[in-house]
């Protein structure tokens, strides 16, 4: 069965390129992305490592630690991050795990359980290995996005999607399409009018079902 918003991720013990480590132990109290590739020394990968590589002070600001799954080994992502640092001009200083055996991939149902890639695999072998999960401190799967090998992926977007999960967390607020940290956000419908203005202050009713008010600070 897929991985659902909400279900608790799925904890692992893997090598990476900073030593062996277990999901939920080292995102600890923070956010975490998880972001899986299907092979190192691949194009479009390469520029999305160095995309991360680049915004690691945003998610830094953020509390997010950021982890890339390669179904290659350690020695091969060591290889491959001199090629993401000239590309980024900046350190990829986050772990990438050794997937290799394909547990990873499967666990997090990337690719089917009896799936087997042979030696000499090749990306379309793996394609499928093109997913982004935002975890929260809690171990919850917040958010899943799945991209094609042709389409890099938006990292300003996942960046927004951060924000949004951030601004929402145990506040009983939405966010409203397109929204960008500093504008209005949606009053959840469990609050009634005056709960509402009681909690946030003014609110700006558009339809009775539809409440904005001024995002509060965190």
Known sequence: MSLRIND????????STAGKLALHDWIGDSYAILFS????????????????????PEFAKRNTKVMGVSVDSVEEHVKWKRDIEAVAGAPADFPIIDDTSLEVSKLYNMLPANAYL????TPADS????????I?????????MS?????GRNFAEILRALDAIQATDGVPIATPANWVPG?????????TDEQ?????????????????AKAPQK
């Open 8 to 15: 608790i991720a799925p904890n692992f013990t893997v090598d």
């Open 37 to 56: 590739h299907p092979k190192d020394f691949t194009p479009v990968c390469t520029t999305e490592f160095g995309a991360v590589a680049q915004l690691a």
């Open 118 to 121: 042979p030696d000499g695999r």
């Open 127 to 134: 394609a499928t290995v093109r997913t982004v999960f935002i």
């Open 136 to 144: 929260g401190p809690d171990k919850k799967i917040r958010l899943t």
């Open 147 to 151: 991209y094609p090998m042709s389409v």
């Open 183 to 191: 504008q209005d956000v949606i009053v959840a419908l469990s609050l």
């Open 196 to 212: 509402a203005k009681e909690k946030f202050g003014n609110i700006d009713i558009k339809l009775p079902y539809l409440r904005y």
